[in-house]
């Protein structure tokens, strides 16, 4: 493939949440060139949030390059405070931070795990960074081996993936912002400047207690407020339904044709994790675009089952959703698809189509993963759930489940 080559070295984009982001190295410029990563333009941020908050169409490229701004900010405070960080790997957590989400498909995580059977967008990324590395004649070698943390300073792969990292001070940040829900507004600015390094690990300093708390109240209110709102949460399930059906109907020999050849062949062909290698070229084809576009054709299709649900995601006539702390009870459930076959007039076996049940899932802070610790003036280290007086020890650490059903409205 030929590279696009770059005379300037520098180049400033605006960003609304950030202000001016500045790409300083031709490297990166060529990465955030590449038909590979200008294709994050085309996948929204948060799937079908906008069917909720109509501001909520910014897309993982807009995300990428939050989260790249932040590294820099971040890699600039910890150089600042004596902390030995090369030139070298300074890139490469720029690279890794801007290629962190290229393996998602389109809608991001709604449709994660259909498509593509057990095979996770972190494990697309780093095929599709592999890829660019041979491209790019083994530059992103050290970008890759932060993010897999393969690199002997952990603490530039817990700046990419951690339960603190810039991953998520932009995607908390970002998705208030387009929302307007103000309830995930953090303050990620103070929480980099507070940032350090003890013991080769990422900490947090004494004074940043409060905005490390604040961070993840405000996480834990914008999952059950925003992302797995329930009417989001429908939308999502919705698509995945269609999906199903669609595959459903193919493996039966049923005409179904999808926009896309790209889509065309994910639907036709199983790929599996063994075999995605083979297809990855083609998986970085679609997005978004590819399936609603699809979507719009089958409203038509012959099959009242995936018409109708095509037709509900088009026209935003989405199924009922009720959340519950407990299992919804069987019999209603069975009663809820024999009365939804009959109304539209469809086979009570398939009802399960329109009629469904799951369970929704958010842990806030889990002590047990990788840690938040707390660095005090005297030296010592403390888990933010073990600090005097801990918010989050009390109230917020552990899983919270809710359990849903979908079903026609009338």
Not at 97 to 107: A, E, N, R
Not at 349 to 357: G, K, L, N, R
């Amino acid at each position: 493939m030929q590279r696009k080559q770059f005379g300037a070295q520098r180049k400033i984009i605006n960003d609304p949440v950030h202000g001016f982001i500045t790409v300083d190295h031709s490297l990166l410029l060529q990465i955030i060139a590449h038909p590979y990563y200008q294709r994050l333009r085309r996948i929204y941020q948060m799937a079908f949030a906008h069917l909720v908050y109509p501001g909520a169409v910014h897309t993982r490229l807009h995300h990428s390059l939050g989260a790249y701004h932040l590294m820099c900010n971040a890699l600039t405070e910890l150089k600042s405070k004596g902390i030995e960080i090369t030139e070298e790997e300074e890139l490469s957590s720029k690279i890794a931070i801007l290629l962190h989400d290229i393996g998602h498909g389109p809608f991001s995580h709604a449709l994660e795990n259909v498509l593509i059977k057990n095979v996770h967008h972190e494990t697309l990324s780093l095929r599709i960074m592999h890829l660019l590395n041979e491209e790019f004649d083994g530059r992103l070698q050290t970008a890759i081996d932060i993010f897999t943390n393969n690199y002997e300073k952990h603490f530039l792969h817990q700046l990419v993936s951690g339960q603190l990292d810039v991953d998520r001070l932009d995607y908390l940040t970002r998705d208030s912002f387009f929302t307007g829900v103000s309830e995930g507004v953090i303050g990620h600015d103070r929480i980099i400047k507070m940032l350090t390094v003890h013991e080769g690990e990422l900490m947090v300093e004494e004074k940043a207690i409060y905005s490390t708390e604040k961070f993840l109240v405000s996480r834990r209110l914008m999952y059950w407020q925003v992302y797995l709102h329930k009417t989001v949460l429908g939308a999502e399930k919705l698509m995945v339904k269609i999906i199903e059906r669609a595959k459903e109907l193919i493996s039966k020999n049923v005409k179904l044709t999808a926009s896309t050849f790209a889509l065309d062949e994910f639907l036709h062909d199983n790929v599996t994790a063994a075999s995605i290698n083979e297809h990855i070229n083609t998986f970085s084809l679609m997005d978004d675009y590819d399936v609603m576009s699809t979507v719009k054709n089958w409203m038509f299709h012959e099959d009242k089952i995936l018409s109708y649900l095509c037709r509900s995601i088009v026209d935003r006539r989405l199924l009922k959703v009720e959340l519950q702390p407990q299992p919804f009870d069987e019999e209603r459930i069975i009663s809820l698809q024999r009365k939804s076959a009959r109304e539209l007039n469809i086979d009570p076996d398939e009802a399960h189509y329109v009629v469904f049940t799951g369970e929704a899932t958010n842990t806030t802070y889990d002590p047990y993963d990788e840690r938040i610790n707390i660095l005090f003036k005297n030296g010592t280290v403390k888990d933010i759930s073990e600090v005097d007086n801990a918010l989050i020890h009390r109230s917020l650490s552990g899983a919270v489940k809710k359990f849903y059903i979908c079903y026609p409205k009338n």
